[in-house]
């Protein structure tokens, strides 16, 4: 089974902090995603990544990097945490190999709450 | 620009019961729709998956169909039981920009009663 791994289930950070959210997944799958979650607004995508060292943005980067240095692994970063960033964190994983036949993976989500 | 909609947002049936939740997209250019599980507090858990040329897919009591053509997609969950209660989420994997992405709906809130 495939298995996403969230290092924090929950964090709590004071604003302006900088923040490391970590993720790591053990099927060496190409893509990784960041989704953040909220109550009527869903799961939106933040930043994904398809190979090592490559990032492309999503629906809503402002405020957001990260970091893909290896394959398993990909790390969200809150450069300076706000409390509009109090969410639930989600990151996925997936093989392209065959797209139409590869599911989406969750890790267990990082509840940050910045005060 | 594909949408996602999931309705009704929120569900209560009595134990024992067969229902079907609902999830409709407005582009049939997908490559797969996947459903998820997600209990409180936790991330997702991927019950089913279905090619864009499949009609449904079966994992014990779940069975899930697609209609491209109509932009449809229901969850049949037979003889409902409490461990069922949790948000059900569709999302469709389309080929967009030179890339693949997820669109999520919001979600079905089931509660199954005892």
């Known amino acids: 089974d495939v298995k996403v791994t969230q290092s924090s289930r929950y964090l709590v950070k004071r604003t302006g902090e900088k923040v490391f959210l970590e993720c790591v997944q053990d099927?060496?799958?190409?893509?990784m995603f960041w989704y953040r979650q909220d109550p009527g607004l869903g799961l939106r995508l933040i930043y994904f990544s398809y190979d090592v060292k490559m990032k492309e943005k999503g629906d809503i980067p402002e405020g957001y990097s990260v970091s893909r240095e290896k394959k398993e692994r990909f790390s969200l970063i809150l450069e300076s945490a706000s409390t509009n960033q109090t969410s639930m964190y989600l990151c996925?994983?997936?093989?392209?190999?065959?797209?139409?036949?590869?599911?989406?993976?969750f890790g267990n989500g990082t509840r940050l709450t910045v005060t | 620009k594909q949408e996602v909609t999931q309705i009704p947002a929120a569900l209560s049936v009595p134990e024992g019961e067969n229902l079907v939740l609902n999830c409709s997209f407005t582009?049939?250019?997908?490559?797969?729709l996947q459903w998820f599980r997600q209990d409180p507090g936790k991330g997702l858990t991927s019950l089913l998956l279905i090619q864009s040329s499949q009609r449904e897919q079966t994992s014990g009591r779940l069975n899930a169909s697609l209609d491209k053509s109509s932009g449809r997609s229901t969850l049949y969950i037979a003889a409902s039981q409490p461990g069922d209660s949790a948000t059900y989420l569709c999302?469709?994997?389309?080929?967009?920009?030179?890339?693949?992405?997820?669109?999520f709906g919001t979600g079905t809130r089931l509660k199954v009663l005892a």
């Open positions: 999302a469709v994997n389309i080929f967009t920009s030179g890339t693949y992405k997820y669109i």
């Open positions: 996925a994983s997936s093989s392209p190999r065959a797209a139409y036949n590869s599911p989406l993976h």
């Open positions: 099927m060496d799958h190409e893509n």
């Open positions: 582009d049939s250019a997908i490559y797969n």
